[in-house]
């Protein structure tokens, strides 16, 4: 699969409210092309539901309900079952959130409609911060990222959300990135091929809420991958495969590229690297890293 | 031939719902709400209930859950009480201004701390500006008829709102009482299916509930409060509509007790309003001149009813709840209702806080203080140890 591959179908109309370079809606133009016209999306609060544009109008062509912070997956349960009464079981539901919404505010209600095994995808697409309201830190921030309140860096590691999900022993499961858009076309398209709870996590590196160029997003993410900051992997039947660049990192058939390289470019750690290098918590976040990918091996080779 | 149910309130409104047929319920246990649940769970297994019963995590996953059901375009119901509804808050404000017609029957109990499960209406009142229509029942057979009445007011094209039916823990969730059931047939007739302004729809691709500019929005709000003003019509007319049909009534926004002559009237909700009728009957036996309007819709309140009692009596209010700060809610209601048009005193007693028990004799005596000219504007009734 080549991206002149893909199907040539917008669903994702011109004239949206995004920032420059946003990650959200190269992921949604793949998501929409990947799922198809028979598709409804509940939107919790976040980025999308700025970018969706403003009454009257839309940017979006599938139907969208907008629903609050924490409630995504619950309202998608509802949905998903209001049209199976209706015969119409065969719509693709997706509840597409932030990382705020998933991580954060909106994790009992995505566990729940895990449990209850609800027939969804929620994807989540993941900036590491709360965007919209302004760059505040979120359970998906890394280790010393300025966000508006952690304005010296935040303090404790991210979870591993991918791993929360698994927990639920769900049909599928998958981390995947805007800079790998036909691994994601894969992965969306798998996901609607399954019946039951799926979760699909999209890295999505923001240019204003790390502070970089806006025509640096894509390689802000392939960076992500190649630095092991983010794993690309599918789970299934209990199964983790990596997959791509994180294959061969797990493999250790190539070294993951230091974190440095990755962050040096991210205005969000800036106070890393000036007026003087930070060289204590540099190393905290390699060996870190380290330590994540050897668990990784432990847990999933 | 209709057929009688002996059993609790919570087991008759639990029959009321799966008689209107909703395809969604979502609900999650709270006591005193969790044998109508139970009873929904119950009517899964006979296969009575056809439809989808999601067990959800919370209750504000309940709301969110009907939520996006009802926006498929279907019937949906849940139920809750106390902190389950305030839990809920947030998505009760969304079903509403979704405009979506969502039924929901509240079990009123008090709210923590300390913990008790007892009838107090703090929950519903709190719940006052949600834009929901709030009605508050007396007995088994009028939260029976007021489910299916609600569905049908909820889902009229000119109010498109959601609908709460509340009624008092244990008073009547856990009491048994013999209540009137139309046949399946009947209610199929009388309560026919949702026609949905606005619905999901792959066919038809809109987005809900986007960015909305402040006039757009003032006017959404406008739209509520014309839907609420249409409604004080609707909930006479489909009162009357079920009496003629099924020979049940049990008031419009208002239930009228001995009004005629009256230089009184009394104004109390729920279970203090049926209990009020004994307290009536024996006032009236000894002359006083005194009736009873039990309050059956807090939203849309029914002001103009009240003011028009107003002109020829005083008005004695009994409120289950606080408004802290202030005074009870319906009292503070009623005399917003008499402002700069009505004459007529109002006088106003807190009482039954916390499930304490309001029996007849009590009421006579919140009455009878009044009548004498020996009540205070705002009264703490029976108030022990202050």
């Not at chain 1, 209850?116 to 302004?134: A, H, L, M, P």
């Not at chain 2, 569905?151 to 048994?176: D, G, Q, R, W």
């Not at chain 2, 013999?178 to 209610?187: C, F």
């Not at chain 2, 066919?203 to 757009?216: M, W, Y």
Request: aromatic residues 10%.
């Amino acid at each position: 699969m080549a991206i002149k591959d893909l199907p040539r179908e917008e669903c994702y109309l011109p004239g949206s409210a995004a920032c420059p370079g946003c990650p959200a809606t190269m992921a949604l133009r793949i998501v929409y092309k990947a799922l198809g016209k028979n598709t409804i999306m509940t939107v919790p609060a976040c980025c999308t539901a700025v970018i969706e544009s403003l009454h009257p109008h839309t940017s979006f062509d599938i139907p969208t309900m907008n629903i609050a912070f924490e409630a995504a997956a619950a309202a998608a349960s509802g949905i998903e079952a209001g049209l199976r009464m209706q015969g119409k079981g065969d719509t693709t539901v997706v509840a597409w959130a932030g990382d705020g919404g998933t991580y954060d505010i909106g994790i009992q209600a995505l566990s729940g409609a895990l449990e209850r095994n609800t027939n969804f995808i929620y994807i989540c697409y993941n900036n590491e911060i709360y965007s919209n309201t302004g760059i505040q830190r979120s359970g998906a921030t890394p280790y010393a990222a300025w966000t508006t309140t952690t304005v010296g860096g935040k303090t404790e590691f991210r979870k591993e959300m991918g791993e929360i999900v698994m927990a639920h022993h769900i049909p599928y499961a998958a981390q995947a990135c805007v800079s790998y858009p036909e691994d994601l076309f894969k992965k969306l398209q798998k996901a609607k091929s399954i019946k039951g709870p799926k979760y699909i996590e999209i890295m999505a590196p923001c240019p204003p809420g790390w502070r970089f160029g806006m025509d640096r997003t894509v390689e802000m993410g392939t960076m992500a991958v190649e630095t092991g900051a983010w794993a690309l992997y599918e789970y299934e039947n209990d199964k983790v495969t990596f997959n791509g660049k994180s294959k061969l990192i797990l493999e250790k058939k190539i070294e993951r590229k230091p974190i440095e390289d990755w962050i040096k470019y991210q205005g969000r750690f800036s106070h890393l690297f000036k007026p003087k290098k930070d060289v204590k918590r540099l190393k905290e976040i390699e060996e870190h890293t380290d330590q994540v990918w050897e668990r990784y091996r432990k847990c999933y080779l | 031939m209709s057929e009688v149910m002996i059993d609790t309130g919570n087991y008759i409104a639990a029959k009321a719902a799966v008689m209107c047929k909703p395809d969604v319920v979502a609900a999650y246990p709270i006591t005193p709400q969790t044998t109508l649940v139970e009873g929904i769970a119950n009517y899964v297994k006979s296969g009575e209930f056809k439809g989808e019963y999601i067990c959800v995590e919370s209750e504000h996953s309940a709301m969110s859950a009907c939520i996006g059901a009802s926006a498929t375009g279907i019937r949906s119901f849940t139920g809750t009480s106390s902190h389950g509804l305030l839990l809920m808050h947030e998505m009760l404000h969304w079903a509403a201004l979704a405009r979506l017609p969502i039924v929901m029957c509240n079990i009123n109990r008090v709210i923590g701390p300390g913990w008790n499960i007892w009838a107090d209406e703090n929950d519903g009142i709190s719940q006052r500006d949600t834009g929901w229509l709030q009605f508050y029942c007396s007995s088994n057979q009028e939260i029976f008829d007021t489910v299916i009445q609600s569905f049908k007011l909820a889902e009229h094209e000119k109010v498109c709102l959601p609908v709460m039916i509340n009624y008092n823990a244990f008073i009547l969730s856990h009491t048994s009482m013999p209540v009137y059931l139309p046949t399946q047939k009947e209610v199929d007739q009388w309560l026919p299916k949702r026609k949905p302004k606005w619905k999901l729809d792959p066919e038809n691709p809109v987005t809900f509930g986007n960015i909305l500019l402040p006039p757009a929005y003032e006017r959404i709000r406008k739209d509520m409060q014309n839907s609420q003003e249409y409604a004080k019509k609707l909930i006479v007319d489909i009162a009357k509509d079920w009496k003629k049909r099924f020979g049940r009534y049990h008031g419009g926004l208002l239930e009228q007790y001995k009004c005629e002559g009256a230089e009184f009237i009394l104004l109390s909700m729920g279970a203090i309003g049926a209990e009020s009728k004994v307290a009536i009957d024996n006032m009236r036996k000894e002359g006083i001149k005194i009736g009873l309007a039990r309050v059956r819709t807090f939203r849309p309140f029914p002001s103009e009813e009240i003011l028009k009692l107003s002109k020829k009596a005083d008005l004695i209010v009994i409120d289950r709840n606080i408004s802290i700060g202030n005074e009870g809610a319906v009292f503070n209601e009623v005399k917003g209702a008499l402002y700069n048009k009505s004459d007529a005193k109002a006088y106003g007693f807190i009482a039954g806080l916390g499930g304490k028990d309001v029996p007849y004799g009590d009421i006579e005596k919140m009455c009878k203080k009044a009548v004498n000219g020996k009540a205070k504007h705002l009264e703490w009734f029976g108030l022990e140890g202050v």
